[in-house]
């Protein structure tokens, strides 16, 4: 079927048909709902090219991924963040454009998809404290939505976050709430401005306990199993072990929970631990209970979330720029218990 024939199906105009499909604010509601259900019944599916030659777009949205030896993009996390995106590109008739690119390289990728109108926005992953991206974006004139915030870049841009710093301070607070006092940290590269705004977190609800921040006890590089492994070794090896550790992801947790297992320790009795949990499709924190206390947030419906915003600015539905900092839940699992008696004995 085509939009000649859907339209005639539906006695209307195959200008109001077409503004119908790709969301145009002055069609009604009822109109609207009326002609996505007759395409979905019928499998009408747009002319991408036609498309993009009647709006001007060229139906495609922008990731650059660079290759870095110091944080790795392409994870489990960004891989459910991307399906997110992808989801809502899909619903729009959008497609997604990836170009992966040496470190030193990145600032010219995001130049070329300027110059070249290869897409009509991106989105921007990983910011670090002041972004020079975000600056170069706003000058360059290519609409995009900031997954994460750049603290100290003065450029208005949009963004989506969560909220770190909160979440941080609560997981810190209920684990001082169970008499824990000597609590690790291990955290993603604190360049990274996700990183940063969880150690101040951490240490805000230290410092507001009167306890001060103990840098044996903390510990940032790429959030991986290995290097949650070897940091807890390393503190569960000291003379004065933590009782608790609280990591920046699910996947440093699983090493932690290793090295507490291999020095005969019981997980929730003898060590607690606390995660960030990003909801990941494929690495779900347990069926039904949780395995690890975390705080949670889902980055495929952040990536759901980005897509939307991005094509809302492109298509003239919003203007920017756009703000959404979303709370992270609190959810109990079996890795948290009480502090030991021998570790509340100490601080006595």
């Given at each position: 079927?085509?939009?000649?024939?859907?339209?005639?199906?539906?006695?209307?105009?195959?200008?109001?048909?077409?503004?119908?499909?790709?969301?145009?604010?002055?069609?009604?509601?009822?109109?609207?709902?009326?002609?996505?259900?007759?395409?979905?019944?019928?499998?009408?599916?747009?002319?991408?090219?036609?498309?993009?030659?009647?709006?001007?777009?060229?139906?495609?949205?922008?990731?650059?991924?660079?290759?870095?030896?110091?944080?790795?993009?392409?994870?489990?996390?960004?891989?459910?963040?991307?399906?997110?995106?992808?989801?809502?590109?899909?619903?729009?008739?959008?497609?997604?454009?990836?170009?992966?690119?040496?470190?030193?390289?990145?600032?010219?990728?995001?130049?070329?998809?300027?110059?070249?109108?290869?897409?009509?926005?991106?989105?921007?992953?990983?910011?670090?404290?002041?972004?020079?991206?975000?600056?170069?974006?706003?000058?360059?004139?290519?609409?995009?939505?900031?997954?994460?915030?750049?603290?100290?870049?003065?450029?208005?841009?949009?963004?989506?976050?969560?909220?770190?710093?909160?979440?941080?301070?609560?997981?810190?607070?209920?684990?001082?709430?169970?008499?824990?006092?000597?609590?690790?940290?291990?955290?993603?590269?604190?360049?990274?401005?996700?990183?940063?705004?969880?150690?101040?977190?951490?240490?805000?609800?230290?410092?507001?306990?009167?306890?001060?921040?103990?840098?044996?006890?903390?510990?940032?590089?790429?959030?991986?199993?290995?290097?949650?492994?070897?940091?807890?070794?390393?503190?569960?090896?000291?003379?004065?072990?933590?009782?608790?550790?609280?990591?920046?992801?699910?996947?440093?947790?699983?090493?932690?929970?290793?090295?507490?297992?291999?020095?005969?320790?019981?997980?929730?009795?003898?060590?607690?631990?606390?995660?960030?949990?990003?909801?990941?499709?494929?690495?779900?924190?347990?069926?039904?209970?949780?395995i690890f206390t975390a705080t949670r947030s889902s980055v495929r419906d952040a990536g759901r979330?980005?897509?939307?915003?991005?094509?809302?600015?492109?298509?003239?539905?919003?203007?920017?720029?756009?703000?959404?900092?979303?709370?992270?839940?609190?959810?109990?699992?079996?890795?948290?218990?009480?502090?030991?008696?021998?570790?509340?004995?100490?601080?006595?």
């Amino acid at each position: 079927m085509n939009l000649r024939e859907l339209s005639d199906l539906l006695g209307l105009s195959q200008t109001t048909v077409s503004r119908a499909l790709n969301g145009y604010p002055e069609v009604k509601e009822a109109t609207r709902k009326r002609v996505m259900e007759a395409a979905h019944a019928h499998n009408y599916h747009p002319n991408t090219r036609a498309k993009s030659l009647a709006t001007g777009r060229t139906m495609s949205i922008g990731h650059v991924i660079p290759l870095s030896n110091h944080h790795e993009m392409v994870n489990c996390v960004f891989s459910d963040f991307i399906a997110g995106a992808g989801e809502t590109y899909a619903s729009r008739g959008y497609d997604m454009r990836v170009s992966v690119v040496d470190d030193s390289d990145e600032a010219q990728a995001y130049e070329r998809l300027a110059r070249e109108g290869k897409v009509d926005g991106v989105i921007v992953h990983g910011p670090r404290l002041d972004d020079e991206r975000i600056p170069l974006l706003d000058k360059l004139g290519l609409p995009f939505v900031v997954h994460g915030r750049s603290s100290n870049c003065t450029t208005p841009y949009s963004w989506l976050d969560v909220n770190n710093r909160s979440a941080f301070q609560r997981a810190t607070d209920f684990l001082l709430d169970l008499g824990h006092r000597r609590i690790g940290l291990i955290n993603g590269i604190e360049s990274m401005d996700f990183a940063m705004r969880r150690r101040d977190g951490y240490a805000s609800a230290l410092e507001a306990r009167g306890l001060p921040v103990d840098p044996a006890l903390t510990h940032s590089f790429e959030m991986t199993e290995p290097f949650g492994y070897a940091k807890a070794c390393e503190m569960l090896d000291a003379e004065t072990p933590p009782s608790a550790i609280i990591t920046s992801s699910l996947i440093p947790a699983l090493g932690v929970r290793r090295a507490v297992e291999e020095r005969g320790l019981a997980i929730g009795k003898d060590v607690s631990i606390i995660c960030f949990d990003d909801a990941l499709s494929y690495l779900p924190n347990g069926v039904g209970s949780p395995i690890f206390t975390a705080t949670r947030s889902s980055v495929r419906d952040a990536g759901r979330r980005c897509g939307e915003m991005l094509l809302d600015l492109i298509e003239g539905k919003a203007s920017g720029p756009i703000h959404e900092l979303w709370e992270a839940e609190l959810l109990v699992g079996q890795s948290t218990g009480p502090a030991p008696a021998q570790a509340v004995k100490a601080f006595a």
